[in-house]
């Protein structure tokens, strides 16, 4: 069985300057430096390793600079996407970003990854938004797109995270949206709806590309209903009224079936 080393401590900085000193002792004294953003890595890599390790750990470092003006924003890596979310959305209704659909992941860790997210179909991929990054890299410099040059920024956005330094702050693409959307999640018996499933999978992509709907094959946790999976379908259109969307009929009314009082116009 393979053993798990915790951290040995964990530095929690507060500005990016306080960065360095962690990255210069850790590689003085042999030990991995571990960079947690949001904490969401599946295999729970950015708290455990193999090896001994010390804990970078950036979610006091979220700070969020808006311009409306260039429409741009400036993020810190330990800001999750909530709090990203939350911060456009009260200085603007009409703004967004390509972000990921899990409000708690970390804009650190989900970026460096690519990015997927309920409006990627109009707009790509979180990464495909990035327009400069601040990277702190093994000897403390720090970088942005023009000191890291093209192959170093490329390789940032999508390469996967703790893979080129530390990721500081990313400067992301605002991309408009309307003032009110539908969101909906809908759950389907999977055993029942095996076609519904398979419907999904062979007409979701010819979709308009506002309107983004991922089917989820989850365990049933309702209680009562003994059939151990369900798929939820989750979605969202970038308009008001999701009834006047082209190719909706096809898919997406049989998806909600009986359960449109369901969908929540915000
Ligand atoms: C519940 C849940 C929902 C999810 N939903 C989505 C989704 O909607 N869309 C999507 O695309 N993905 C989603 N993911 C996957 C998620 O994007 C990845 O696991 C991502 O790596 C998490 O980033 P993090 O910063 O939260 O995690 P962390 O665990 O902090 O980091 C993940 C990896 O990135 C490295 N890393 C973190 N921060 C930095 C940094 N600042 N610089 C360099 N390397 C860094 C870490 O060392 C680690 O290797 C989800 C995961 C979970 C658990």
């Known amino acids: 069985m393979v053993e798990f080393f915790i951290s040995l401590l964990i530095a929690s900085p507060r500005k990016e300057s306080e960065i360095k000193p962690v990255i210069l002792c850790a590689k003085k004294l042999g ?6 953003s949001g904490s969401h890595d599946y295999e729970g890599i950015s708290f455990r390793s193999e090896f001994p390790f010390v804990m970078l ?8 600079k808006i311009d409306l003006k260039e429409g741009t924003v400036w993020v810190q890596a330990g800001a999750t996407f909530g709090q990203l979310y939350y911060a456009i959305a009260k200085k603007s209704r009409v703004h967004g970003i390509s972000g990921g659909v899990c409000f708690s992941a ?8 690519g990015g997927l997210g309920t409006v990627m179909r109009k707009f790509g991929h979180a990464a495909d938004n990035v327009v400069d990054a601040r990277v702190m890299d093994v000897n403390g410099n720090i970088l942005d797109r023009k000191t890291m040059k093209e192959d170093m920024f490329w390789a940032i956005i999508g390469g996967g995270g703790a893979s080129f330094g530390v990721i500081l702050a990313w400067k992301l693409k605002l991309v408009p949206v309307p003032e009110k959307v539908t969101v909906f999640t809908v759950y389907k018996k999977l055993e029942s709806n095996q076609k519904l499933l398979q419907k999904w999978q062979n007409t979701s992509h010819q979709l308009p590309d506002g309107l983004f709907i991922r089917a989820v094959i989850q365990n049933n946790e309702t209680g ?8 939820a379908a989750t979605g969202l259109a970038l308009k008001k009224n ?20 369901r969908l929540k116009f915000f």
């Not at 030990?31 to 947690?36: N, S, W």
């Not at 750990?57 to 969020?64: F, H, Q, T, V, Y």
């Not at 009562?224 to 798929?231: G, H, Q, V």
């Open 31 to 36: 030990v991995q430096v571990k960079i947690k």
């Open 57 to 64: 750990d950036l979610s006091n470092l979220d700070d969020i």
């Open 106 to 113: 970390g804009t650190g860790g989900l970026i460096s990854g």
């Open 224 to 231: 009562n209903d003994k059939s151990l999976l369900r798929t």
């Open 242 to 261: 999701v009834a006047n969307l082209p190719g909706l009929d096809q898919f997406c009314i049989s998806m909600a079936g009986g359960q449109m009082s």
